[in-house]
């Protein structure tokens, strides 16, 4: 699930330079959780900065973990896993969901995998995650790609674009993304 794409290369290079992200991406290794990921605006917004060039700072709202496991669907091992989180790395916000359960929420079918699940997330430059491997490289999930990503290019995945759409539209608008990033085109 590497990108050894040029987007890909340039995504590895800004988290290697971001010491907060870097250090968040060892504290999430250290769980050693299921498949376990750090994806949405914690990705995004680092490539967002970067192509606005504004000032490297602590990620924007919650730094999401995803994972999965069907043993433990439950919220408590989420709630334990932040804990430890926050326990590491205590300056920053961490929401950890397995996404093994997160279907129910969202009105889907069951989720096979991480993989799976952010393929069905709300657009297509959140729909990224990343995650360290046993040897220290990053490794990249983006079912979509990252064109859109480093395109400032916002849309709405396959899974939003039928009768989700308002909310995709919703999300567009509460999270203010255009204000703090003028460069984007929405679709």
């Known amino acids: 699930m590497s990108s050894g794409c040029g987007h890909g290369r340039s995504l590895v290079r800004l ?3 971001d010491p907060v992200r870097w250090q968040a991406l060892q504290a999430v290794r ?10 949405a605006g914690f990705v995004r917004d ?22 999965f496991d069907h043993e433990h669907p ?3 091992a989420d709630r334990i896993h932040e804990s430890m989180l926050t326990a590491l790395m205590p300056q920053l916000r961490w929401s950890v969901k397995n ?6 929420r969202n009105g889907d079918a069951a989720y096979l995998s991480v993989a ?4 069905r997330w709300p657009e297509t430059a959140t729909a990224v995650a990343v995650r360290l491997d046993a040897g220290g490289r990053v ?3 983006a079912p979509w790609g990252l064109d859109d990503l480093f395109d400032l290019r916002l849309r709405p995945t396959p899974a939003f674009s039928g009768d989700k759409h308002p909310i995709y539209r919703q999300r567009v608008a509460a999270k203010a993304w ?5 460069g984007l085109h929405v679709e």
């Open 116 to 119: 799976d699940a952010i393929a």
């Open 30 to 39: 250290s769980l050693q959780l299921e498949d376990g990921w750090i994806g």
């Open 139 to 141: 490794e990249i999930m």
């Open 46 to 67: 680092a490539v967002w900065d970067h192509l606005h060039g504004q000032v490297v700072s602590l990620p924007f709202g919650d730094v999401d973990v995803v994972w």
């Open 99 to 104: 996404q093994a359960r997160m279907h129910r």
């Open 178 to 182: 255009l204000q703090r990033y003028p």
């Open 74 to 76: 439950g919220r408590a």
């Open 15 to 17: 988290l290697h330079a």
